[in-house]
């Protein structure tokens, strides 16, 4: 097998401290923004989950000679018509905070009866190399708003986020229990597989460019 680079780009310390777990026992050399970030930063300007990962994942992957992986992701609410949507990691400019992100979510929902507080959380992840898409992966999950904040654990929505099957809220889960069944977990299992046959093949590809003298008395 050999030991693939990946650059982790994004700036949450959530989603890289899900992200490297996940991954652990790979053949695989992970890094995050703070190792490479010189200069500049990408703005997201993007009208989908999927518009914003390329746009990361391609601009950091210009200045990387390993492989890059961007997510987005962010939480819908069914009577607030998909918001916070694209917009979930400053919902509550100009100064957004997670507290204050999860404060608006409940303002905004006050009154609305339990079933009708259903959402889902999205993730999509591009991976990149030298400025070009590799792959694409997608998770989501369905749970609802609770009427108030639960649980210390994970990070932005995750108080407010309330997972039936668990009856807990995701910041309730330990941590190893959200990846399971979270979005950014499902959209994980089927890069780690993408992953792990990539590191597998690599040694095959290099094989495949040594040049081969053509069969004599053949051409
Ligand atoms: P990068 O762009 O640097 O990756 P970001 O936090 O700005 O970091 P996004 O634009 O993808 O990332 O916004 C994602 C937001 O959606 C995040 O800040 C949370 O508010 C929310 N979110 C995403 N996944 C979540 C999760 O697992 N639990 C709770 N909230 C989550």
């Given at each position: 097998?050999?030991?693939l680079?990946?650059l982790l780009?994004?700036?949450n310390?959530?989603?890289?401290?899900?992200?490297?777990e996940a991954?652990k026992?790979?053949?695989?050399?992970?890094?995050?923004?703070?190792d490479?970030l010189?200069g500049?930063?990408?703005?997201?300007r993007g009208?989908?989950f999927?518009?914003?990962?390329r746009g990361k994942s391609?601009?950091?992957s210009?200045a990387?000679d390993?492989l890059t992986?961007?997510?987005d992701?962010g939480?819908?609410?069914?009577?607030?018509?998909?918001?916070?949507?694209v917009h979930s990691?400053?919902?509550?400019?100009?100064?957004?905070s997670?507290?204050?992100?999860?404060?608006?979510v409940?303002?905004l929902l006050r009154?609305?009866?339990?079933p009708?507080?259903k959402?889902?959380f999205v993730?999509?992840?591009?991976l990149?190399?030298?400025g070009k898409?590799?792959?694409?992966f997608?998770?989501?999950?369905?749970?609802?708003i609770?009427?108030?904040?639960?649980g210390s654990?994970?990070f932005?929505?995750?108080?407010?986020?309330?997972?039936?099957?668990k009856r807990?809220?995701f910041?309730?889960?330990?941590?190893?229990?959200k990846n399971?069944?979270?979005?950014?977990?499902?959209?994980?299992?089927k890069?780690?597989?993408?992953?792990?046959a990539a590191?597998a093949?690599?040694?095959?590809v290099?094989?495949r460019?040594v040049?081969?003298?053509?069969?004599?008395?053949r051409?």
């Open positions: 097998m050999t030991e680079r990946l780009a994004t700036t310390q959530g989603k890289i401290r899900e992200i490297r991954l026992g790979l053949p695989l050399k992970v890094f995050d923004l703070r490479v010189r500049g930063s990408y703005r997201e009208r989908t999927l518009e914003n990962a391609l601009y950091y210009r990387w390993g992986l961007a997510e992701s939480l819908e609410i069914e009577a607030l018509h998909g918001a916070p949507g990691a400053r919902f509550s400019r100009p100064e957004p997670d507290e204050k992100n999860i404060r608006k409940l303002r009154g609305v009866p339990r009708e507080r959402a889902r993730c999509t992840m591009v990149a190399k030298d898409p590799v792959r694409e997608r998770g989501e999950v369905r749970g609802r609770g009427l108030e904040p639960r654990n994970g932005g929505y995750d108080p407010v986020f309330y997972y039936a099957p807990k809220t910041a309730e889960l330990p941590p190893g229990a399971r069944v979270s979005h950014r977990g499902r959209a994980l299992r890069l780690k597989r993408y992953l792990a590191a093949a690599a040694p095959a290099r094989l460019r040049p081969r003298r053509a069969p004599s008395g051409r």
